[in-house]
Each structure stands twice: as C-alpha cells, then as structure tokens.
C-alpha cells in the first residue's frame, strides 16, 4: 500500500495549524485555500485573522445542518421539498484522519455523510449555478482525502464518491435573500479509483511541503 514509506523523516513538519500535542495538521480548507490564494492564506493561518463568515457559508451550514438532522423547518415548501432529494446514508459528520507518519503530521475532516459498510461517501455543497463545474475539476480532492482516511483507518476502499450539489439562488451583495434553487440537487461522481487516490496521496505532500516552507518564510 502508497501509505507505507521505507525512509522515516526525523523531524516535525512545520505547519501553522498543531493540535494540542504540538502535531501539525492540514485540512482540504487550509490546502485549497493556499493553491488558489496564498496572500490569503497568510492572513488566515499564519496571521490567524479572524473568520466572521458570512451569508454564503452560513447559508451553506444551514443546508447542512438539515440535511445531518432531517428537520427542514428553516426552509420554504418548495425549498424543504428539493432538500428531501438529497440521499442520507447512515452517518453524518464522521470525523477522518489521514497520517503521514513519515512526516508527522495528519489530515483531519468530517464527511457529510456515509453508509455503515463505508462503501459510499457524499459530500454536501451549495452555490450558484456554474459553480458545480469546479466539483468535476481534477483539483477538487476533498471526497478523494476522505477515502484515503478511509483505507487508512479501516482497510476498507470506498467504492462511490458523489458530491450532491444543491444551487443556491440570489445575492448578498445585492442585498437579496439566498435560498435553494428549485432545480433537483446535481449528482457528481468522484473518481475513487487506487491510481487516483494514490495521486492525491503524493500529491497533497507535496503541497504540505509547499506550505511548511511558506510557513517558514513568513511566520
């Protein structure tokens, strides 16, 4: 298995983020954050400005938080009643690391929701139409890390990946109210072959290696 590495590093990995261990930690937020936008990243994680949120992301938990509880009382008929085609498997929010014990430090996540036997894992997002493309792109490896975390873990490899992607309609900066589109959630399939998972595996080190030395220039 890609997991296994036959030289041991010595030393930590040198990330922002450290548990209260001291043990450095990523997640799929602090890497994609720091492939599109490193300035921003300083100032996040680095600098630790403080994140306020904001309509689109509290409008994205409100989706998710009805969908982990079932209850679409927040949301209009029309709204609840595309809210309800969303696949629910059996859990919600379970916690992942993936390890790289070689370097010390891990990759931690929480999966919207996956089946008991760990064969099928969705991921929930929301936005405006056309944003769905970007969940098709090779450099959307969120579903990817929560199946390597999987395997690592359990042995298991989950066999289906789907981000169930709900659009959002309206915009806060106009002042408009952001509801759920009335068009059904889009269903995307994730590639969860062993040649890509072991791709993003190798991939994402070297983009932890990339932000230990940005860390280490600008801390």
Known sequence: MFFTIVQTK????ELPKKDKKGKGYLSYSQISLFRTDKQEYKEVYINNKPFKGNEYTDFGKKVGNALEQNNFNEFTGTEA?????????DLFERKTILNYDEDNFYIKGFIDTINNDLSHIIDYKTGGKQKEFKYSEDNYIQVQLYALSIMQETGVKPS???VEFIRRKG?????QKLTVDSEPPIKIDIDLSLPTLKHVYWEVLETAKEIEKFYLCNK
């Open 10 to 13: 010595l030393n930590e990995m």
């Open 81 to 89: 009643t595309i809210l309800k085609l969303c696949t629910r498997l």
């Open 160 to 162: 289906k990946g789907t």
């Open 171 to 175: 915009n806060a900066f106009k002042g």
